[in-house]
């Protein structure tokens, strides 16, 4: 006869582990900080807010969709803000509306319904625009706001970069760090194929690639890798510490089990591989 309640085997451990972070441990699969920022294309509320609850704690910085949260009712807007707010994830904007606003002489009103909906943080670029202000203005005018700002390397209509221009767009990011952004993101569009790092066929220019990681370092620079192969791509040659943006939402947990060596093709990885631990018995 037993005495009191049946362990309930769903319940986390008392200690505060929860049983599949004991399992991941005694894998190999080690601890790795939030490294991908995805976005939210456009999705309702409740679908963003489910996604925070899942994998809130992967996430490294939620782009709230391009220029869709200007279009959406404003309550679902700040509901999709709140949600990131309250998991404790920064929510940023996306470079086009600041682009659009500057090109429209909105700046000041820009930064100041961005910061009354609640957005931690602004992307700045020169995608498809040219700033007629320089990054200092930019960015004293958005932290007097209480916004943190990023900046995005790269136009989105010139195709795959060559060396020249990484240089200069190296030297563009560093004026943009020196006046306080926080981090640099590479541009790739949503094709990643003809743009930025990658040629017209998808192959990534790891040379490249590894000029922007040596300039900034991988905790500085982020690489927009909007689709599979340009994710693992990305992972297969910086390894688990890349920071990766533009991943949709419903594809984040796809990257992380890539990331954390869980997925079948990583595993045969050197550097994703889990480190082999000592079998239990």
């Not at 939620?62 to 998991?87: G, H, Y």
């Not at 689709?227 to 990305?234: D, I, V, W």
């Not at 939402?249 to 994703?272: C, M, P, Q, T």
């Amino acid at each position: 006869m037993t005495t009191g309640r049946e362990p309930d085997k769903t319940e986390a451990p008392a200690h505060g582990q929860t049983m599949t972070q004991t399992f991941l441990e005694g894998l190999g699969v080690p601890k790795i900080g939030p490294r991908t920022s995805p976005f939210d294309p456009g999705y309702d509320p409740r679908t963003v807010e489910s996604h925070l609850e899942q994998s809130a704690h992967l996430i490294d910085v939620l782009k709230i969709s391009m220029a869709c949260w200007i279009i959406a009712d404003e309550q679902a807007t700040r509901a999709k803000i709140a949600a990131a707010t309250r998991r404790g994830v920064p929510a940023t904007t996306g470079g086009g509306p600041f682009e659009i606003a500057v090109a429209q002489n909105r700046f000041s009103e820009y930064l100041e319904l961005c910061a009354a909906l609640g957005f931690t943080r602004i992307e700045c670029g020169e995608g498809f625009t040219d700033l007629p202000l320089g990054p200092q203005t930019i960015v004293d005018a958005a932290t007097e706001l209480g916004l943190e700002v990023q900046f995005e390397l790269g136009k989105k209509h010139i195709g795959a970069f060559r060396r020249s221009i990484v240089e200069e767009l190296i030297a563009q990011g560093q004026s943009w760090l020196d006046a306080g952004a926080l981090c640099l993101v590479v541009e790739a569009r949503e094709s990643a194929a003809g743009v930025g790092l990658f040629a017209e066929d998808g192959t990534l220019n790891e040379g490249f690639a590894d000029r922007f990681a040596e300039a900034f370092s991988l905790d500085v620079v982020t690489f927009e890798a909007p689709n599979k192969p340009s994710q693992f791509a990305l992972l297969d040659h910086f390894g688990p510490k890349v920071k990766l943006s533009n991943v949709r939402l419903e594809e984040l947990l796809r990257v992380e089990i890539y990331r954390h060596g869980l997925h079948s093709d990583a595993f045969g990885k050197e550097n994703l591989r889990p480190a082999t631990t000592a079998k239990s018995v």
